[in-house]
């Protein structure tokens, strides 16, 4: 799900990206690798705007499967080194990794009282008792429950 305050700052960036890509493709270097089956099917898709990366590096590379010299996708650990600068300069203790932040969204989701079979979709987990595990940091007990004590 795409948060609302990051709708602006999405359409800019991308704004940005496609200029990047008509830029490669006055170049000749505007594709992106597409499975062989993808490829047979939609020939010139890899060179079609909706194909493109949309965090993509800033140089290029010559794709080792068949020698194209084109862009490929930023490197995650750009966004992992990023990170722990981040947290390093928040002074944080605990450490922390860009995957802390999908555990913090599935707690986030269960404190903001959202139904745990929504934040199971939203994670894309196959069986409910994967979501369960977030459960343990709402301090709530293992079903989420609240006592009614405290509603009064």
Known sequence: ??????????????????????????????????????????PNAAADWGWQYVFV???????????????????????QRAMK???QAAGLEKPATP?????????????????IRAAQELLGHADVSTTMIYTHALNRGGRGVISPLDNL
Request: aromatic share 6%.
């Open 99 to 115: 995957h802390t932040l999908r555990h913090s969204f599935a707690t986030h989701l269960l404190e903001s009282g959202y139904n």
């Open 85 to 87: 600068r981040a947290v």
């Open 1 to 42: 799900m795409l948060p609302e305050s990051l709708v602006e700052p999405l359409k800019t960036h991308l704004a940005a990206r496609r200029r990047i890509h008509e830029e490669d493709e006055a170049k000749g270097m505007a594709s992106v690798y597409l499975p062989d089956a993808l490829e047979r099917k939609y």
């Open 57 to 79: 590096a800033r140089s290029y590379s010559v794709d080792p499967r068949g020698g194209a010299t084109r862009r490929h996708h930023m490197d995650e650990k750009l966004l």
